[in-house]
């Protein structure tokens, strides 16, 4: 930062280059800029009439955005419009006082201040330098600025519960300088686990019904993104397609819906004609924030408000995991999530005789209104991850923050009881695509049964047991897990990581610290790493698992308990099937 004593003020001025005259502040003062580059890019400014000096740096620069003239401006006019050379501009600024404070994270020693300062006739060099260039940035987005129907979801139990504080602090005032007062949009906190759910079915999935634009700014985890896909979803836009698959089935995954990538469409349902898909806006507050980490892979400190105000909507790419009749979702905190005492939770009952067993071939009238199904778009998994999230998800470790998953892991693989580490069984086969096919003819909506299974081919997996089994749609499950390295923003690709059990704990721990490493796991012999259609998971009743626990599975956080004998199948929706637009900006 440049001195503030008078001598080396003009000291400065004299010696830089890239000066401009213009005005500054909410009255619009006489000011000289100067952007210099070294030690760091910085904007400074004198007032010549009161001798006051100001700095800001360009890395906590948002945007820069066109701002109303009024009458006070005293703007040359011409032709009825302001003199384009001094056009009045807002700095959106969010400055940090500590190099830990980031949009966010749990682990911030402060928190970030939000400024909006109004000036006109930078330096064009600090216009074209701030953040990838003002330029790029003049305007507020549509979807911010014209939209009537905008909402502001606060989680109040994610992470460690600092979006309240962040909303309060940056987002409210954000918007007001983009010219959205408090009264032009709807702050919905949450209440409990089902309240996003609960407002997408009420109000957001009718709105969308009816061909209503609506933005949704959300500062929760990668969770909320889960509840509003699957509340969009829960009334399904019926085509006259297969029903969902048994266990041994392989069928279309886009059976029951499909939107067109013009964000509308007409369905033999009356009630879902002209769906508009959501924008969203993500600024994440969980403890992993998956999908965040995945949009931005090498983020700066301002990264999510970069999206929200530069970015682009985008289809937001999903995957489908239909279970069988008795899987039932787990709530955080419940009794039976924490089951996991071994020899607890044991199931003596004999195989089940209808359609949850593996060798039963059910119809579609014993499976259409008994089958689950639920939406993801970050990560499904089975074994050692979904277990871990499972058993971390509880009050006492939730408030360590991401630390809880290091410390789960730890009881994991090394016990307490003395036991070994659990090696996990069931059948598992993957499906995928040929070679030589195109990836664009995945899964269309006018594929039949038979054409996609003889489209795409089964690969059982022929081994014992395993130990980590993943499929995701994103690069990261943390800010530095990179759990899929090939994997780009929004690319559509599913793609699985999986090992069997290993040689020793200790060697689990040295494989999944490679993935720490910008995903250098994926070198090792012992781990599969290929592009997928989807997989099925079939807990056989003679030879699966007897303990409720090890048939946990994750889809984006959320767990799944599948019952015994019973099954999942998970499948990638093609392209058009989306239900909702993410907000996101290259800043690569």
Known sequence: MPPDDDGASRGIWEEG???????????????????????????SWRIPSSQDTGSILAQDVLAIVEAKVDSTSKI?????????????????????????????EEESSSSPIFRSIKVYNLPTAFQNKSQQGARESLKVPSFLRDVQDLHV?????????????????VLQPLLESIGRSQTSYTVHPTESAETISSLTESEFLPLAQKGFKQTIILLTGDGGIADIINGLLSVPLKL??????????????????????????TTSNNNNTNFTKPTIILLPFGTGNALSNSLSPNPSPNSPLLHLLRGTPHPLPLFKATFSPGAKKITPGSSNINSSSRGGNQETNSPPTNSSTHDSNPTPTDTANTNTTTYGAVVFSWGFHATLVSDSDTELYR?????????????????????????????????????????????????????FVEENSISPLERPSHFYILATLVSHLEKDLTISPLSKPLDSLLRIIHFAPLSSPSEV????????????????????????????????????????????????????????????????????????????????
């Open 399 to 451: 408030q360590h923050g991401s630390k809880r998953f290091q410390m789960a892991a730890k009881e994991l693989l090394f016990p307490s009881d003395g036991s070994e580490t659990h090696q996990y069984k069931a059948k598992i086969s993957l499906i995928k695509k040929p070679p030589s096919s195109s990836s664009s003819q995945t899964n269309t909506v006018n594929a039949t049964e038979k054409d």
């Open 509 to 588: 721990m040295r494989i999944m610290s490679l993935a720490y490493q910008g995903g250098k796991h994926i070198e090792e012999d012992c781990v599969a790493y290929e592009d997928i259609e989807g997989l099925k998971i079939d807990f056989d009743f003679r030879d699966g698992e007897t303990e409720a626990r090890w048939r946990r599975v994750c889809v984006d956080g959320g767990i799944w308990e599948v019952e015994r004998g019973g099954w999942v199948d998970v499948r990638k929706v093609g392209r058009g099937g989306e239900v909702i637009d993410v907000v996101y900006f290259d800043e690569s």
């Open 76 to 104: 040359q006019i011409q032709d009825g419009r302001p003199n384009t050379s001094e056009i009045i501009y807002n700095i959106l600024l969010l400055e940090h006082h500590s190099v830990d404070s980031k949009v966010g």
């Open 153 to 169: 979801i606060i989680s109040t139990r994610a992470g460690t519960g600092l979006a309240s504080s962040f909303f309060e602090s």
């Open 240 to 265: 006259e397609q297969p029903p969902p698959p048994g266990p041994t089935t392989i069928t279309n995954p886009e059976a029951e819906f499909h939107i067109q990538s013009t964000s509308t469409t």
């Open 17 to 43: 280059e890239n000066k401009s005259v213009g005005k500054i502040g909410s009255d619009l003062q006489e000011a000289e800029f100067l952007f210099t580059t070294t030690p760091e890019r910085t904007l």
